[in-house]
T-cell receptor, first 113, second 113 residues
Framework: GQQVMQIPQYQHVQEGEDFTTYCNSS?????IQWYKQRPGGHPVFLIQ???SGEVKKQKRLTFQFGEAKKNSSLHITATQTTDVGTYFC?????????????WGAGTKLIIKP | NAGVTQTPKFQVLKTGQSMTLQCAQD?????MSWYRQDPGMGLRLIHY???????DQGEVPNGYNVSRSTTEDFPLRLLSAAPSQTSVYFC????????????FGPGTRLLVL
């Protein structure tokens, strides 16, 4: 079945440095979603990308969807302590008679003290 | 709106015990699901429901049962707890399908001794 690979598993940065996480699917995706999970919290939806080559921005966060719709990235400029958490990508896969989200394993953003 | 609520927040069980994790949503969402989250493994779908009276298995259903008697509630039952079921359990809902934006509850942290 479809797989969604996400790298890196962890990224340690100094506050103010940039952060990037990459998501790769084994198949073409109709869309890709990004979620953020704060430590001890639950995943919270950030954004959905639908179009080939799409780029969306939310303040310091930039999301890209690849031309082939098989990869995506999330880039955070000038990280802040409020950015700490785990970022997940997820893409839909048809399973039985329904579509389900297949999740990447997440990238944990850690700010060095 | 309370969104998606889960009880309990924490639970410790002994091997072989059974219990029910509660999940409720007040957004009139048709689709509800249960995930488990283990370190480094992202979110894995246990069971899901596309509406009252309809449930189906996800990726890791063994050892769990669900029912959906109302639109609002989707309890998850552990039949005979095992240490391998130690995890964080999230309930999620969406308007109508598994590939849409998912709204997560706060989670239940379960430890099986």
């Amino acid at each position: 079945g479809q797989q969604v690979m996400q790298i890196p598993q962890y990224q340690h940065v100094q506050e103010g440095e940039d952060f990037t996480t990459y998501c790769n699917s084994s198949t073409t995706l109709s869309n890709i979603q990004w979620y953020k999970q704060r430590p001890g919290g639950h995943p919270v939806f950030l954004i959905q990308l639908v179009k080939s080559g799409e780029v969306k921005k939310q303040k310091r966060l930039t999301f890209q969807f690849g031309e082939a719709k098989k990869n995506s990235s999330l880039h955070i400029t000038a990280t802040q302590t409020t950015d700490v958490g785990t970022y997940f990508c997820a893409g839909p896969e048809r399973a039985k008679s329904n579509y389900q989200l297949i999740w990447g394993a997440g990238t944990k953003l850690i700010i060095k003290p | 709106n309370a969104g998606v609520t889960q009880t309990p927040k924490f639970q410790v069980l002994k091997t072989g015990q059974s219990m029910t994790l509660q999940c409720a949503q007040d957004m009139n969402h048709e689709y509800m699901s249960w995930y488990r989250q283990d370190p480094g493994m992202g979110l894995r779908l246990i069971h899901y429901s596309v509406g009252a009276g309809i449930t189906d298995q996800g990726e890791v259903p063994n050892g769990y049962n669900v029912s959906r008697s109302t639109t609002e509630d989707f309890p998850l039952r552990l039949l005979s707890a095992a240490p391998s079921q130690t995890s964080v359990y999230f309930c999620a809902s969406s308007y109508s399908g598994g590939a849409e934006t998912q709204y997560f509850g706060p989670g239940t942290r379960l430890l099986v001794l």
